[in-house]
Every structure is written in structure tokens, then in C-alpha cells.
């Protein structure tokens, strides 16, 4: 079981930028995918970014450069950094970690979730 509690969000104006921080309550696995993803009102969640293996990564074509998926093993914690922000990036940002697991599936596990608004 893995708890996932995310920070860093709040108001920020156009052009501005803020670092999204999830905290897991247990180890970050090499095997595991982490990332962010973004729920709008009345849209769907979408996928930000995501790594897995420390290094790969991928990125949603909105992010166009934008954004920065980061972890720290060490301290069990990714990151994303957001530059040029948008109001269109304004949403909820969920951490997510998805685990293999012995059947070829994943578990997927996600934060509470943190309020990104962009607005003058």
C-alpha cells in the first residue's frame, strides 16, 4: 500500500511557474511509473508527465517544453516543474504511481490531488 500526498499548488499568475511536489509514505520502486496527471472542470483526467526507471519519461504534447518530471529515490518524492504557465493549465494535479505487479498489471495508486489556478 502506498500513500501519495501531493503540495506545491496554488494561484499563480499567466508566465508564472510552480514546482508540484508528491511525497510517498514507502519506497519508490525502479519498476515503477510515476507521474502527474491534471483533471479540469468538466474535462477528463489527463496525463501530464511520467517516468519510470529514474529516466524515462513522457510528456503530454501540451506541455510543449513547459514542464519537467523529476524524482528524488532518496527521498521518495517527484516533481514537476511548471514554467510558462497558462490559464488553460489550470487544474487539479494528481501524483500518480502505478506498480507491476505478479499477474502483469499495475496497481495504481493516486494523491488527493492539488489545486493549480492561473489567473491574473
Known amino acids: 500500500q502506498v500513500q501519495l500526498v501531493e503540495s506545491g499548488g496554488g494561484l499563480v499568475q499567466p508566465g508564472g511557474s510552480l514546482r508540484l511536489s508528491c511525497a510517498a509514505s514507502?519506497?519508490?520502486?525502479?519498476?515503477?511509473?510515476v507521474g502527474w496527471y491534471r483533471q479540469a472542470p468538466g474535462k477528463e483526467r489527463e496525463l501530464v508527465a511520467r517516468?519510470?526507471?529514474?529516466?524515462?519519461?513522457i510528456y503530454a504534447d501540451f506541455v510543449k517544453g513547459r514542464f519537467t518530471i523529476s524524482t528524488d529515490n532518496a527521498k521518495d518524492t517527484v516533481y514537476l516543474q511548471m514554467n510558462s504557465l497558462k490559464p488553460e493549465d489550470t487544474a487539479v494535479y494528481y501524483c500518480?504511481?502505478?506498480?507491476?505487479?505478479?499477474?502483469?498489471?499495475?496497481?495504481?495508486?493516486w494523491g488527493q490531488g492539488t489545486q493549480v489556478t492561473v489567473s491574473s
Open positions: 500518480n504511481l502505478a506498480r507491476p505487479t505478479r499477474w502483469g498489471t499495475k496497481s495504481n495508486y
Open positions: 514507502g519506497s519508490i520502486f525502479s519498476t515503477d511509473y
Open positions: 517516468v519510470t526507471g529514474g529516466s524515462i519519461t
